[in-house]
């Protein structure tokens, strides 16, 4: 199984600032044929499900706010939101499809300071 | 715009079985994975298992030997039967849909875009 582990298990940032989580994988989900990394990432708030933010590491999902990036190949990546608003308020999940068993990170919570 | 709706009963005793059931509206049934992930209270995220039109399926290992994923195509259906459940099994249960994600001859899984909104199923004597 991969195992994915994300860092800090919880941040505080203030309002207008940036949050960075990291996200590291126990083996690379880089496939080599088409060059895409097999990584996605969600949004969860309290009470609802996960939300797609990114997916292929990098690619913004329709609809979600361009503060919300991206970044990282083979065992680490990161996703960074530029200026970190009230409604962000969330944990936040990393998720590899390279392969079954699909597996996600223990999830980042993000809290205004 | 996709949408799915899952439904199955909240509380079940030690050793009976989960069943839910997840309706998808608005999408294609063929070109997606579907999936079935549960949430313990307070906990991450756990992916149970797929299944894709045609009846193939992926199960976690830890569950494989409980777990039963089916569908229904004629409805846009599918289906969780989770056997002999334990307080452990307690969690909030989601469908989840997967697009394909084919590269030359072969087609996999990939990212969770659409999503139920969860059925907290609990187990208790």
């Known amino acids: 199984d991969i195992v994915m582990t994300q860092s800090p298990d919880s941040l505080a940032v203030s309002l207008g600032e940036r949050a960075t989580i990291s996200c590291r994988s126990s083996?690379?989900?880089?496939?080599?044929?088409?060059?895409?990394?097999?990584l996605g990432w969600y949004q969860q708030k309290p009470g609802q499900p996960p939300k797609l933010l990114i997916y292929?590491?990098?690619t913004r999902e329709s609809g979600v706010p361009d503060r919300f990036s991206g970044s990282g190949s083979g065992t680490d990546f990161t996703l960074t939101i530029s200026s970190l608003q009230a409604e962000d308020v969330a944990v936040y999940y990393c998720?590899?499809?390279?392969?079954?068993?699909?597996?996600f990170g223990g999830g980042t919570k993000v809290e205004i300071k | 715009q996709v949408h799915l709706q899952q439904w199955g009963a909240g509380l079940l005793k030690p050793s009976e079985t989960l069943s839910l059931t997840c309706a998808v509206y608005?999408?294609?049934?063929?070109?997606?994975?579907w999936n079935w992930i549960r949430q313990p209270p307070g906990k991450g995220l756990e992916w149970i298992g797929e299944i894709i039109h045609s009846g193939s399926t992926s199960y976690n290992p830890p569950l494989k030997s409980r777990v039963t994923i089916s569908v229904d195509t004629s409805k846009n259906q599918f289906s969780l039967k989770l056997s002999s459940v334990t307080a452990a099994d307690t969690a909030v249960y989601y469908c989840?849909?997967?697009?394909?994600?084919?590269?030359?001859?072969?087609?996999?899984?990939?990212?969770?875009?659409?999503w139920g909104q969860g059925t907290l199923v609990t187990v208790s004597s």
């Open positions: 608005g999408g294609s049934f063929i070109g997606h994975y």
């Open positions: 292929w590491a990098s």
């Open positions: 998720q590899q499809y390279y392969s079954t068993p699909l597996t």
């Open positions: 083996q690379s989900v880089l496939y080599s044929s088409n060059n895409k990394n097999y």
């Open positions: 989840a849909t997967s697009p394909l994600s084919c590269n030359g001859g072969s087609c996999s899984q990939s990212y969770f875009d659409y």
